[in-house]
């Protein structure tokens, strides 16, 4: 079995495995900073109430982050491409050829990544969803719960939207002399890429 680990025709497999820990480590650095990946990804997705309709809609697009259902596939692509090569060496002493077993591997992968993520999105809480559009929470009040917001960092914050659902946000303070710590009443002011910018609320009993 060590053999189809090492072999050149489970390259695909293993480089999947690799930037499926690439992203892990990235995403960790990106909470540090005002640039995940995972926020860059969910920017590219419409904001919708309920998800996206078609083959992205049974993968459960707009319901689950963008970012789990990537590494939900490419590990569902990479151990499903690995047994497919283990039994091909198990029938016939061979390997299928890269190309060939990574066909049935991304069908595979699909399929569990939308298993998956299904159940994944009946866990994610509906009142923490991206329910209305970010644009929307302009205005609106929060706390920061986790980091030290300051030009060039980002921290998270939570902030309810106009039908009381909660979200979570990444912001960044509006004033370069400003800093947010951990429990800092804030009023999002403007979408700026990824974040938002913000600035101390002066109404913190209306939060």
């Known amino acids: 079995m060590s053999s189809v680990f090492t072999a050149g025709q489970t390259w695909p497999f293993g480089a999947a495995l690799l930037l499926m820990l690439f992203l892990c480590v990235l995403e960790g ?60 060496m198990s029938l ?6 890269a190309w060939l077993a990574s066909i049935p591997a991304a069908l595979a992968g699909l399929s569990i990544t939308s298993a998956l993520g299904g159940l994944i999105g009946r866990i994610i809480p509906r009142d923490e969803s991206s329910a209305i559009s970010e644009q929307q929470l302009v205005g609106r009040a929060g706390v920061v719960v986790r980091g030290i917001a300051r030009t060039g960092f980002a921290a998270e914050a939570k902030v309810r939207d106009t039908r009381g659902g909660t979200h979570y946000v990444m912001v960044v303070p509006d004033l370069p002399e400003q800093v947010f710590e951990e429990g800092a009443n804030v009023l999002l002011v403007r979408k700026d ?13 209306q939060l």
């Open 29 to 88: 650095v990106g909470l540090l900073v005002a640039h995940g990946p995972s926020q860059w990804l969910e920017s590219l997705i419409p904001d919708t109430p309920d998800g996206v309709d078609g083959p992205l809609g049974w993968l459960h697009l707009g319901k689950v982050p963008v970012m789990v259902l990537l590494i939900l596939f490419l590990i569902g692509f990479a151990l499903s491409g690995y047994l497919i090569q283990a039994i091909a």
């Open 92 to 97: 016939s002493s061979h390997m299928l050829p």
């Open 193 to 205: 890429g990824v974040s938002f910018r913000c600035i101390l609320n002066p109404h913190p009993e």
